[in-house]
């Protein structure tokens, strides 16, 4: 069992910066995969970004594609999502996810992670 804990949320005026974080209550395995998901109010949750143990793996949604930047350090088991340029449509709560399975051409999809944080809220005000 692993317990995931984000961090980082907060309100921010658009074209600022956030840095999330993802702090794993257990070392993961090398094979596993982390990634971001979101759900913004009266919609579903979709994927952000996905990063695998190594870090040599790295996949973002189209909207995120050039503002957020995903890292790992395993040395403290955390996942990072360094969020820049923020607009309004980023407002969310955002929940850090781990799977066991390993990386894979469906890492964007819910249905892979075994594990969900639960969440912190993040604000974009225009």
């Known amino acids: 069992q692993v317990q995931l804990v984000e961090s980082g949320g907060g309100l921010v005026q658009a074209g600022g910066s956030l840095r999330l974080s993802c702090a794993a209550s257990?070392?993961?395995?090398?094979?596993?995969?982390t990634g971001w998901f979101r759900q913004a109010p009266g919609k579903e949750r979709e994927f952000v970004a996905a990063?695998?143990?190594?870090?040599?793996?790295?996949l973002y949604a189209d909207s995120v594609k050039g503002r957020f930047t995903i890292s790992r350090d395993n040395a403290k088991d955390t996942v990072n999502l360094q969020m820049n340029s923020l607009k309004p449509e980023d407002t969310a709560v955002y929940y850090c996810a781990a799977e066991t399975s390993g990386w894979s051409r469906f890492i964007n999809r819910q249905s892979q992670y075994d594990y969900w944080g639960q969440g912190t809220q993040v604000t974009v005000s225009s």
């Open positions: 990063i695998n143990w190594s870090g040599t793996n790295k």
């Open positions: 257990r070392r993961m395995s090398g094979g596993t995969a």
